[in-house]
C-alpha cells in the first residue's frame, strides 16, 4: 500500500534528484508551534511537484506505507528509544495512516508530513544517530517487527456489529493525566480514548529524555511543568493578531469548561471592546501565545500581588492536546520493561491488535 504525502507548499520548490533519492530544500516543520523553522530534508520514494491554481507549488511524495513508518517512528521520536516504544508507534502510526488514506482531509495527498497529520521528516531522523549516513535499523526492525497490525476497537458479531482501526492520536507529554476525545475533537465518545493517570511522565530521568528526544524536541525543557506570563497589553497585542479581533484591553480571562485532565476547551476571553467563547484546545493554545501554547492545562492567575501592572501568569501542565499516547510517557514505560502491547491497552483502553490485510 502507497501513501502520498504532501511534504511542502512554496512559490517554487527547490530540490535535487539523487540517484535513488531526492532532496528538499527549506521543508518547513514543526508549523506555528514553539519549534517552527527550516531544514533541508531526503527523502525515498517518488517525487512530484504540482502546480496549484493560485501560483504555488506542492511536493507530494509517493512512498509505500511501511518505509513511511519507518521514518515516523523516527521523526515523531528518536529513532534510538526502547524498542518496544518503537514498536508501539509504529502500530499508532500505521493505524492512524490507514485511516487517513481511507479518508484523506488534504486536497490531492492523503496526508500532510508535519505536525498537523504525523510527522514525516525523511531520512534525516533516522540517520540522526549514524555519523556514516547509514540509517538507524531499529526503526526498520520495529515496524518489521509489527508488520501490518493496527489497534481495533469491537467486534464481529451475529448482529453485524463491525471492528474498525482506531483513530489513534498521540502526543508529547499529559503532564500527568489524559485528555478524553470531546476535549479536542467533535463532540463524540470514543470509548478506546478515556483518560487515565500517567505516573511515567512526571519525571523522566535525562538518560531517557536524551535517548527518545529527537534534536529539536531536547530544547524544550519544561515540557511537564511551564509558566508564562504577560502584561495586559502584550496578551491583548497577542490575541489581536492571533484572532483578527480587537478585544480593547484583555481584563480576564475564564475557563468554563475542562475536560477530564483539567484542560480548558471553552475559554472565555473578557476585553474592554469585545467579549467572546472560544473553543478548542487548540484553539485557545494558538491565541494565547505567539506560537502555541504547550496545552491548555493551565490555571489563570489575573494582576498578582507582586507586579505593579495589570498582568496573567497561566501556569500549566503537559505539552500537546493529551488525549491517547503520551509519547514520553510510553518511553518511560518501555524503559521499565512493559511491551508494547501493555503500552498499547493502558492508553487505548478496550483495543485490541490486529492484522490488516489491506
Not at 525543557?221 to 490575541?239: G, H, M, N, P, Q
Request: hydrophobic share 35%; proline share 3%; net charge negative.
Amino acid at each position: 500500500m502507497d501513501i502520498r504525502v504532501g511534504i511542502l507548499t512554496a512559490p517554487q520548490i527547490e530540490f535535487e534528484q539523487r540517484e535513488k533519492t531526492f532532496v528538499l530544500k527549506n521543508v518547513r516543520i514543526g508549523i506555528g508551534f514553539h519549534w517552527d523553522r527550516h531544514e533541508d530534508q531526503e527523502f525515498a520514494g517518488s517525487l512530484e511537484i504540482r502546480n496549484n491554481a493560485d501560483g504555488t507549488q506542492t511536493a507530494i511524495n509517493t512512498i509505500d506505507l511501511e518505509d513511511y513508518l519507518c521514518s515516523v517512528i523516527s521523526s515523531e521520536m528518536s529513532a534510538n528509544s526502547p524498542m518496544e516504544l518503537l514498536k508501539a508507534h509504529a502500530v499508532i502510526s500505521r493505524s492512524w495512516a490507514i485511516r487517513a488514506i481511507q479518508k484523506p482531509n488534504h486536497e490531492g495527498f492523503h496526508v500532510c508530513a508535519d505536525d498537523h497529520c504525523q510527522r514525516y521528516e525523511g531520512l534525516r531522523r533516522m540517520r540522526q544517530s549514524c555519523p556514516d549516513g547509514a540509517k538507524n535499523e531499529r526503526a526498520v526492525e520495529a515496524v518489521r517487527a509489527t508488520k501490518g497490525q493496527v489497534l481495533v476497537y469491537g467486534q464481529k458479531d451475529e448482529q453485524g456489529t463491525k471492528e474498525e482501526i482506531c483513530d489513534c492520536r498521540y502526543y508529547k507529554c499529559c503532564g500527568g493525566k489524559t485528555e478524553v476525545w470531546r476535549t479536542c475533537w467533535e463532540d463524540i465518545d470514543v470509548p478506546y480514548i478515556q483518560s487515565v493517570r500517567c505516573d511515567w511522565c512526571k519525571s523522566p530521568s535525562p538518560k531517557v529524555l536524551r535517548l527518545v528526544l529527537n534534536d529539536y524536541d531536547q530544547e524544550t525543557k519544561d515540557f511537564r511543568d511551564w509558566r508564562v506570563s504577560y502584561t495586559a497589553d502584550e496578551l491583548s497585542e497577542i490575541i489581536r493578531t492571533k484572532s483578527g479581533i480587537d478585544f480593547g484591553e484583555i481584563i480576564d480571562l475564564i475557563p468554563l469548561k475542562r475536560g477530564a485532565s483539567g484542560r480548558i476547551y471553552e475559554l472565555q476571553i473578557v476585553g474592554s471592546k469585545h467579549t467572546e467563547i472560544i473553543g478548542k484546545e487548540l484553539k485557545i493554545r494558538l491565541w494565547l501565545s505567539r506560537t502555541c501554547l504547550y496545552s491548555s492545562w493551565f490555571e489563570v492567575e489575573k494582576n498578582p500581588s507582586y507586579i505593579v501592572h495589570p498582568s496573567f501568569v497561566l501556569t500549566g501542565h503537559g505539552w500537546g492536546h493529551g488525549a491517547g499516547l503520551c509519547q514520553i510517557g510510553a518511553a518511560v514505560m518501555a524503559s521499565e520493561g512493559k511491551s508494547y502491547e501493555e503500552i498499547l491497552s493502558y492508553y487505548y483502553a478496550g483495543s485490541r491488535l490486529s492484522v490488516t490485510t489491506l
